[in-house]
């Protein structure tokens, strides 16, 4: 456990420097073949001033010395094309270190918190929460219940009081006369006076409607 805590940022610092290290080699190499590429154009123009002094031996060596260079240049050429495929190879395999390190991390912390939240610790966790709630619902219903003087009240008698207060509330409605509409204001011409209309008698049916009222009424 401890080489495994412990080793895996020694692993990620040894990858990085073998990186850099690398990167300098490369840049080492591509300074060295700028340098061969200069001396070789170098040669190409000394041969052509011995050409043209008729020096052809003394061309011929300059010749010789930029071949030695190609070759020179070649070779590193062969060089940073192996750096190149080693440098993507290391990050290739960081990578792939990296993204394994992260799915481990994952499913450590995946486990722990299963761990942490089990099955039975659910299910607990349920069932206290219902009976806290059915407590509640307990008490609720403790408060909701008469107390006293309330508590001693017949549903059934006050049911029946009810009933009784609305058959008499009807009993009156239908015992009322039933009420004309008003009268429509009739224009009277200036200067004439109104004429009153005479006093309307009661019918016998209107007569023995009041006197059952007054009867009520006592």
Not at 97 to 107: C, F, K, N, S
């Amino acid at each position: 456990m401890f080489t495994r805590v412990f080793g895996k940022p020694k692993q990620e610092a040894n990858a990085v420097t073998t990186l850099d290290k690398l990167n300098e080699t490369l840049e080492m190499l591509e300074k060295k073949e700028k340098v061969l590429l200069k001396k070789a154009s170098q040669e190409v123009e000394k041969a052509k001033d011995y050409t043209r002094a008729k020096n052809k031996r003394a061309a011929i060596q300059c010749l010789k010395r930029k071949k030695l260079y190609e070759q020179q240049i070649e070779q590193l050429g062969n060089f940073q094309l192996r750096i190149h495929d080693q440098m993507i190879m290391l990050e290739g395999a960081k990578a792939t270190t990296e993204t394994v390190d992260a799915l481990r991390t994952g499913a450590a912390a995946m486990k722990a918190m299963q761990k942490a939240t089990n099955i039975d610790d659910v299910d607990k966790t349920m069932d206290e929460i219902n009976e806290q709630t059915e407590n509640m619902k307990q008490i609720q219903e403790a408060l909701a219940t008469p107390m006293g003087a309330a508590a001693d009240f017949d549903e059934d008698e006050l049911e029946a009081e009810l009933e009784e207060l609305e058959g008499a509330e009807l009993e009156e409605q239908l015992l009322q006369p039933a009420t004309t509409a008003p009268a429509a204001p009739v224009h009277v011409p200036a200067g004439s006076q109104p004429t009153r209309p005479a006093p309307r008698k009661n019918t016998a049916e209107e007569d023995e409607l009041a006197a059952l009222q007054a009867e009520m009424a006592l």
